[in-house]
């Protein structure tokens, strides 16, 4: 017996009843489709009227829509680690993005070694194919060599390194690089569909990442479709995204991407508007493959992405390595999230529960009846009951815990604390009268009370889930890049790409 089924315990916890109703005898379908710099704000089903999301607002129509849905970590590499393994990065060990160990030399100088960061840590693909799941992932892994397949997927169609251009990217396949010409987004789910074709030849449930680079930038006209990229640039006033500059917070030294004028401003709102059209035109075909095979009502589909996105909010373009020092702004951290699944969870309703990342690994196995026991350091909790229409204990989601490196936060409905180690500047907001966090209370007076609750409850929630080796408050995390595996030999400037001010 492997060591994965000693931890997964087949038993459902369902009466038959329960059973009956939900349709677990044969186990759910699952798709997990993952956006890439997607904030909360960018879909038309969260009321940005700008934006042209058709495909995604059905899955809002028919599911149940998170509002206050958050990531791990505000960039990527971090998040969906996170996602995958149910880990903190402070477990798990990945801190930043991976500018290292993804592909070879000849795609990413100046690495030539391949890493596997998340070596020897089960994500819950590895307890879906122990449990007769055929598994597949298309589009961005950015967890290390993506020559190699990992986390035990049957199918294995990646990006070589993670980002890049959207036409000419460099992707793998059978273990090797190549560069696609045609439009990336339209080829991840050209290759989700040929999963999904070999899926259903399997006789098995079936398990589907499909993880877009869209909208991470470039966002200039020769990157998109002309005609979807024309029609914002020419014509959308961009009133959901106002550039304050004024509004940007006296604590940020750094910019990583700098706007100085209208035309750039424009140019690059245009580039993200188009990536998330396009996306969701993509979506829609595979949800229609869904519906053309019948399958629709037997799959459960996810739609989330890795990080949210500042354009222009704040006076920022960017997400946490938007600004140094590293931010935790409402857009870097919160995202889409949308559980849908005809005839089982409740159609049209918005959850304002607060949520994590941490909390998909528990969620996606307890869903189709799947319990783990056993894994080290996961601290999330599954709503999958709440997805069939449950009532949640509200106790249990009233509180989320974010890092980024030596940056950490812990946020209520009401409040949040933010800390940087070991020399701050801290924040403070009463989001409930200061929903934009422009005011920080960290020194007004008081606030005193509050400030030493969520301190103390941010470092000991950090305490319990944190293993040593991984703590990212002794890591030199500057958003430019992780190069190598942190720990205890790395601490200093070994692993991280060291930021440098001009």
């Given at each position: 017996?492997?060591?994965?089924?000693?931890?997964?315990?087949?038993s459902?916890?369902?009466?038959?009843a329960?059973?009956?109703?939900?349709g677990?005898?044969?186990?759910?379908?699952?798709?997990?489709?993952?956006?890439?710099?997607?904030?909360?704000w960018?879909?038309?089903?969260?009321?940005?009227?700008?934006?042209?999301?058709?495909?995604?607002?059905?899955?809002?129509k028919?599911?149940?829509?998170f509002?206050?849905?958050?990531?791990?970590s505000?960039?990527?590499?971090?998040?969906?680690a996170?996602?995958?393994?149910?880990?903190i990065?402070?477990?798990?060990?990945?801190?930043?993005?991976?500018a290292?160990?993804?592909?070879?030399?000849?795609?990413?100088p100046?690495?030539?070694?391949?890493?596997?960061?998340?070596?020897n840590?089960?994500?819950?693909?590895?307890?879906?194919?122990?449990?007769?799941?055929?598994?597949?992932?298309?589009?961005?892994?950015h967890?290390g060599?993506?020559?190699?397949?990992?986390?035990?997927f049957?199918?294995?169609?990646?990006?070589?390194?993670?980002?890049?251009?959207?036409?000419?990217?460099?992707?793998?396949?059978?273990?090797?690089?190549?560069?696609?010409?045609?439009?990336?987004?339209?080829?991840?789910?050209d290759?989700a569909?040929e999963?999904?074709?070999?899926?259903?030849k399997?006789?098995?449930?079936?398990?589907?990442?499909?993880?877009?680079?869209?909208?991470?930038?470039?966002?200039?006209?020769?990157?998109?479709?002309?005609?979807?990229?024309?029609?914002?640039?020419?014509e959308?006033?961009?009133?959901?995204?106002?550039?304050?500059?004024?509004?940007?917070?006296?604590?940020?030294?750094?910019?990583?991407?700098?706007v100085?004028?209208e035309?750039?401003?424009?140019?690059?709102?245009?580039?993200?508007?188009?990536?998330?059209?396009?996306?969701?035109?993509?979506?829609?075909?595979?949800?229609g493959?869904?519906?053309?095979?019948?399958?629709?009502?037997?799959?459960?589909?996810?739609?989330?992405?890795?990080?949210?996105?500042?354009?222009?909010?704040?006076?920022?373009?960017?997400?946490?390595n938007?600004?140094?020092?590293?931010?935790?702004?409402?857009?870097?951290?919160?995202?889409?999230?949308?559980?849908?699944?005809?005839?089982?969870?409740p159609?049209?309703?918005?959850?304002?529960?607060?949520?994590?990342?941490?909390?998909?690994?528990?969620?996606?196995?307890?869903?189709?009846?799947?319990?783990?026991?056993?894994?080290?350091?996961?601290?999330g909790?599954?709503?999958?009951?709440?997805?069939?229409?449950?009532?949640a204990?509200?106790?249990?989601?009233?509180?989320?815990?974010d890092?980024?490196?030596?940056?950490?936060?812990?946020?209520?409905?009401?409040?949040k604390?933010?800390?940087?180690?070991?020399?701050?500047?801290d924040?403070?907001?009463?989001l409930?009268?200061?929903?934009?966090?422009?005011?920080?209370?960290?020194?007004?007076?008081?606030?005193?009370?509050?400030?030493?609750?969520?301190?103390?409850?941010?470092?000991?929630?950090?305490?319990?889930y944190?293993?040593?080796?991984?703590?990212?408050?002794?890591?030199?995390?500057?958003?430019?890049?992780?190069i190598?595996?942190?720990?205890?030999?790395?601490?200093?400037?070994?692993?991280?790409?060291?930021?440098?001010?001009?």
């Amino acid at each position: 017996m492997s060591p994965l089924s000693v931890c997964v315990n087949l038993s459902y916890n369902f009466h038959n009843a329960n059973r009956k109703r939900i349709g677990v005898e044969r186990k759910t379908n699952v798709i997990l489709i993952l956006s890439d710099d997607q904030g909360y704000w960018a879909m038309g089903c969260a009321g940005n009227r700008e934006l042209h999301t058709p495909n995604i607002d059905t899955l809002a129509k028919t599911g149940m829509m998170f509002e206050n849905f958050f990531c791990a970590s505000p960039v990527c590499s971090p998040a969906r680690a996170t996602i995958l393994t149910g880990r903190i990065p402070s477990a798990h060990g990945i801190h930043d993005w991976l500018a290292a160990g993804n592909t070879t030399s000849r795609y990413e100088p100046p690495s030539t070694k391949l890493i596997q960061y998340l070596d020897n840590i089960p994500g819950y693909t590895d307890y879906l194919v122990e449990n007769g799941y055929y598994c597949g992932i298309s589009g961005k892994w950015h967890l290390g060599d993506s020559h190699h397949v990992q986390k035990s997927f049957n199918f294995w169609r990646v990006h070589a390194k993670g980002g890049g251009n959207y036409y000419g990217a460099t992707m793998i396949k059978n273990n090797r690089a190549y560069v696609e010409k045609r439009y990336v987004t339209e080829v991840i789910t050209d290759n989700a569909i040929e999963f999904l074709e070999s899926a259903i030849k399997k006789q098995k449930p079936f398990y589907l990442s499909v993880h877009y680079t869209a909208p991470h930038s470039p966002w200039t006209r020769q990157q998109h479709p002309e005609k979807t990229f024309d029609r914002y640039y020419n014509e959308c006033p961009f009133k959901s995204v106002p550039y304050e500059i004024s509004k940007r917070p006296e604590w940020v030294k750094k910019l990583s991407i700098p706007v100085h004028d209208e035309k750039t401003r424009r140019t690059y709102l245009s580039g993200y508007f188009a990536a998330i059209e396009e996306m969701d035109k993509n979506i829609g075909r595979i949800l229609g493959w869904l519906d053309e095979h019948h399958l629709r009502d037997s799959t459960l589909v996810i739609f989330t992405s890795d990080n949210g996105m500042n354009m222009g909010h704040h006076g920022v373009f960017g997400k946490g390595n938007a600004t140094f020092p590293l931010n935790m702004f409402e857009e870097s951290i919160r995202v889409p999230c949308i559980f849908s699944h005809p005839q089982v969870i409740p159609q049209g309703k918005i959850n304002s529960m607060l949520v994590s990342q941490y909390d998909l690994m528990p969620t996606i196995l307890d869903y189709p009846g799947l319990k783990i026991s056993g894994p080290q350091h996961l601290c999330g909790r599954s709503f999958a009951d709440v997805l069939r229409g449950k009532e949640a204990d509200q106790r249990e989601f009233v509180v989320i815990f974010d890092e980024y490196g030596p940056v950490r936060m812990v946020r209520t409905g009401r409040w949040k604390y933010v800390k940087r180690y070991p020399y701050g500047p801290d924040e403070l907001y009463d989001l409930k009268t200061d929903p934009h966090e422009e005011k920080n209370l960290i020194n007004a007076t008081g606030f005193e009370k509050i400030k030493r609750q969520l301190r103390i409850q941010l470092r000991e929630w950090f305490l319990k889930y944190t293993d040593s080796q991984m703590d990212g408050v002794y890591e030199s995390v500057t958003g430019k890049g992780q190069i190598g595996p942190c720990g205890t030999k790395s601490r200093g400037n070994v692993a991280f790409n060291v930021i440098s001010f001009e």
